[in-house]
C-alpha cells in the first residue's frame, strides 16, 4: 500500500502534467481516504456417496475395479488435487460379485412367446374380398354357388347378370361367376366367391411366426441371450466443483474500478487444501473480508481460495473540490485517475437542466 507521501507525490505530478504549476503540497491541504479491492474465488470440492445393486447380462470382468468394504461411507479415499475438477469413482463392494448362469433360459435360449415353440401361427385361409366385401359378390348366387336371382327382364341371354342391383348404382365390370358359372354377374377381385385368399398365408392356414421367423425359439431378455448374469453391489464417490466468486465490494466509481483492475499491481492471496483459510502475512483486513467466506459447506473435502486485493487511494484537494484524484499502485509509477466529484456531477447536471428550461421558456415566448 502507498504511503501518503507517495500518494501526494504522485498526485503532485498529474497536476504537473497538465499544466499546473510547480508547487509544495502539504498533508492538510488534502483528503485522503483508502479503498481496499478484493475480488477472485472460492471453488470447493463437494462429496456424494452412494451404493446400489448393479445387473450385468453377460461375461464381466469386475477384477481391475476398486473395491470397498461394507459401508460407502466409512471408505478413505485421497482428496483430489484440483476442487475444480470433477471426478468419479465406482468401486466394488467386498464378497458381492456374483457371476452365474441365467436360470430364466437354457443357454440364452428360450421358447418363443408369440407361437409357444411352434414356429408358425394359425390364421384364417380366407378374408373378405377388399373389391365387393362379400356383398354382391355375384350378381346371381351371392357367392353360394346357387343361382337364387331370377335373370332381370331387359338382359340379353338366360345366363346375362343385371348392371345395377336395384338402388341405381352402377356395377364394377363382372366376369364369369366361379361359383356358378353365370356370366358377366361375379366380382372381378374373388370371381364370385365373396372372399380370397388370405395375403399372409396364401390360404394355407398357418403362417411363420414373425416374432422368432419360425424357430420357435428367441433370446433370452433376462440375459441378452447370453446365458449368463452377473450381479454386484456398486458404490460410487463423486467430487464436483462448488465456485463461490468474491465480488468487488468498494465505494470507489466504477470507472475508477475499472482503471485499477487494468493497471493495477495486485497482491494475490493462494490457499489450497482441506479447511485452507489465507496463509500468514496476509492483510488484516482482506482476511476478515473473506472470513464469512470460509465456513465450511456440508460434504465438502477440500477447497482452494484464489483471490488478489488492492488498496486505492482517494484524494480531494481542498484548492480544487470540484475533482477527484484516485491514486492506483502499479508496478512502477502510481497511476492517477482524475475525474469530476460527485458534487461537481450534480452542479453540472443542474447547469444544463435549467439551460433547457430557458430554452423551453424562450421558445414559448417566441411563438
Request: hydrophobic share 30%; aromatic share 2%; with cysteine.
Amino acid at each position: 500500500m502507498l504511503s501518503d507521501e507517495d500518494v501526494l507525490a504522485a498526485v503532485l505530478r498529474s497536476l504537473k502534467q497538465r499544466g499546473a504549476p510547480s508547487r509544495a503540497l502539504r498533508p492538510e491541504e488534502a483528503k485522503i481516504t483508502r479503498h481496499l479491492l478484493v475480488e477472485g474465488e472460492i471453488v470447493r470440492s463437494i462429496e456424494s456417496r452412494s451404493e446400489k445393486p448393479q445387473l450385468h447380462r453377460g461375461p464381466l470382468d469386475l477384477s481391475e475395479r476398486p473395491v470397498y468394504e461394507s459401508d460407502i461411507d466409512e471408505h478413505v479415499i485421497p482428496a483430489p488435487r484440483d476442487p475444480a475438477t470433477r471426478v468419479t469413482h465406482t468401486l466394488v463392494r467386498r464378497g458381492t460379485v456374483r457371476d452365474r448362469s441365467c436360470d430364466a433360459c437354457s443357454n440364452g435360449i428360450v421358447q418363443c412367446g408369440r407361437c409357444l415353440g411352434a414356429g408358425d401361427l394359425r390364421c384364417e385361409p380366407w378374408v373378405p374380398c377388399e373389391t365387393c366385401r362379400g356383398l354382391d359378390s355375384c350378381l346371381r348366387c351371392d357367392g353360394t354357388g346357387r343361382r337364387t336371382r331370377k335373370n332381370p327382364k331387359g338382359t340379353e341371354g338366360p345366363d346375362q347378370a343385371e348392371k345395377s342391383d336395384g338402388s341405381g348404382r352402377d356395377k364394377e365390370e363382372r366376369v364369369t361367376c366361379k361359383q356358378c358359372g353365370a356370366r358377366d354377374s361375379a366380382c372381378a377381385t374373388c370371381g364370385g366367391r365373396g372372399k380370397q385368399h388370405c395375403p399372409r398365408c396364401g390360404g394355407k392356414g398357418t403362417r411363420s411366426c414373425p416374432k422368432c421367423s419360425g424357430d420357435g425359439t428367441g433370446a433370452c431378455e433376462r440375459c441378452a441371450g447370453t446365458g449368463r448374469l452377473v450381479t454386484w453391489t456398486e458404490g460410487v464417490i463423486e467430487w464436483k466443483p462448488d465456485t463461490e466468486a468474491i465480488e468487488p465490494t468498494t465505494e470507489i466509481p466504477s470507472r475508477a474500478a475499472r482503471q485499477a483492475r487494468e493497471r493495477g499491481d495486485w497482491t494475490p492471496v493462494e490457499a489450497s487444501g482441506e479447511q485452507a483459510s489465507p496463509p500468514a502475512g496476509t492483510d488484516a483486513q482482506v482476511a476478515r473480508l473473506l472470513t464469512p467466506h470460509l465456513r465450511p459447506r456440508p460434504r465438502e473435502i477440500t477447497r482452494r481460495i484464489s483471490v488478489r486485493h488492492l488498496s486505492v487511494a482517494r484524494v480531494t484537494l481542498a484548492d480544487d473540490p470540484h475533482h477527484v484524484h484516485f491514486v492506483i499502485p502499479t508496478t512502477s509509477t502510481p497511476y492517477v485517475y482524475r475525474m469530476p466529484s460527485p458534487r461537481r456531477v450534480w452542479q453540472l447536471a443542474a447547469i444544463a437542466l435549467a439551460a433547457l428550461v430557458l430554452v423551453a421558456v424562450v421558445t414559448s415566448l417566441v411563438t
